[in-house]
């Protein structure tokens, strides 16, 4: 049997770490649950814990969403999973969809599979026309430098091989890294591949990945896609 | 007119003998910190070789005369803070590359730690019971011949 291991990022989700470490146990009990708690102010950390459901790495202080990712994909790799997924801890991604995402990268249609909201016409997720522009820019931006059609950059529910894990075990980037990865991945000769995927509004606490930070986020997003591109390949070993 | 120029003449001196002391002061307190060891040696040499820079330009003010023609700067002084400036730009881009390193460094070990305290808790949770020790590995043990150290 494979191993799958769900790493789930959390900072001070206490409204919603609960429900979604249930979900996911009632979806699959097989998988492995890994919340990391990104030293939170709140109890997300005692509240994960006293579900008994899922292992809980606390990080000693906040290292922000990359950081966090790259510890599970560190975890994972210690512990030889198969596949690592990332599913935020704020309630947004669905686990029921799970499967869509372990089914691509399982079959070896790629390396990483990514839940998009806009690969069709969705009902559950409304955006902002500031926020769809700054999408579309980097859509395009992405074709142009790995030539593989991204349309949800900042989704943080994607599923990994183990390749991928490797790789992404000393590779994260950090700060607001989600973009970035998919240009490094794609940089890598790692295939991506997305699929439609619900996303539902946030229950509680705040969103650590907004696209609504503006100017500034975006051409500092820009910037480090541009120059994943334009380093060369990392050497790294299977 | 001849006046005028005098004072000129007088205030350029007064900024080199400024500079001068300035430059040699600045050289006299990063010497007197890596000494004190607050300064590592490795993050000090760009300090100490633009402050040497800088007070060889304020003493040898042909040099910076030469230099400022060079560039075109009329007012030769003027020369000086711009090799000042570009010393300062030099160490601040120095600083930047330590503090990327260093946040790197440090993000790597706040996972290494999460993921050791991790392993400890699991540890200390009895999973020793789910492992325990059998007699047959006790058996299997080599008796030591020589003492015991």
Redesign the interface.
């Known amino acids: 049997m494979k191993k799958i291991l769900i790493i789930v990022p959390a900072y001070n989700e206490s409204d919603n770490i609960r429900g979604v470490i249930l979900k996911l146990h009632e979806e699959n009990e097989n998988w492995d649950v890994l919340v990391?708690n990104d030293s939170s102010t709140d109890n997300t950390s005692a509240i994960a814990r006293q579900t008994s459901l899922a292992?809980?790495?606390?990080?000693?202080?906040n290292?922000g969403i990359g950081?966090c990712v790259?510890?599970g994909f560190?975890?994972a790799r210690?512990k030889g999973y198969d596949y690592a997924l990332q599913f935020d801890g704020d309630g947004q991604h669905s686990a029921s969809e799970i499967h869509k995402l372990l089914e691509i990268i399982m079959n070896n249609e790629a390396d990483v599979a990514i839940g998009s909201r806009f690969r069709q016409k969705n009902e559950g997720f409304r955006s902002s026309s500031s926020r769809r522009m700054g999408i579309r820019i980097f859509e395009w931006f992405s074709f142009i430098l790995i030539q593989q059609r991204i349309t949800d950059h900042t989704s943080g529910f994607r599923a990994y091989n183990s390749q991928a894990v490797q790789f992404l075990a000393d590779h994260y980037p950090?700060d607001y890294p989600e973009p970035e990865v998919v240009i490094l991945l794609g940089r890598n000769g790692f295939k991506i591949k997305e699929i439609f995927t619900q996303m539902h509004e946030r229950k509680g606490g705040v969103s650590s990945i907004p696209l609504t930070k503006g100017p500034y986020y975006m051409i500092k997003v820009l910037l480090s896609m541009f120059m994943s591109a334009i380093r060369s390949k990392v050497h790294y070993h299977e | 007119m001849n006046k005028e120029l005098g004072s000129i003449g007088s205030s350029i001196q007064t900024t080199q003998y400024i500079a001068i002391a300035v430059s040699i002061g600045l050289f006299l307190y990063i010497f007197h910190l890596v000494r004190k060891k607050k300064i590592k040696e490795e993050y000090s040499l760009l300090w100490l070789f633009s402050s040497i820079v800088f007070i060889v330009f304020s003493v040898w003010r042909h040099g910076l005369e030469y230099f400022a023609k060079l560039v075109g700067i009329a007012y030769p002084p003027a020369a000086l803070f711009l090799i000042l400036m570009l010393a300062i730009f030099l160490i601040l881009i120095e600083f930047s590359i330590n503090i990327s390193k260093l946040?790197?460094k440090n993000?790597i070990l706040?996972?290494?730690?999460?993921?050791l305290?991790?392993k400890v808790e699991a540890l200390e949770a009895g999973k020793p019971a789910d492992n325990p020790v059998r007699r047959d590995d006790l058996e299997n043990i080599e008796p030591v011949s020589g003492p015991v150290k």
């Open positions: 990391i292992e809980v790495i606390d990080l000693p202080f290292l950081g790259q510890t560190r975890y210690a950090s | 946040s790197e993000k706040a996972q290494e730690l999460a993921l305290r991790n």
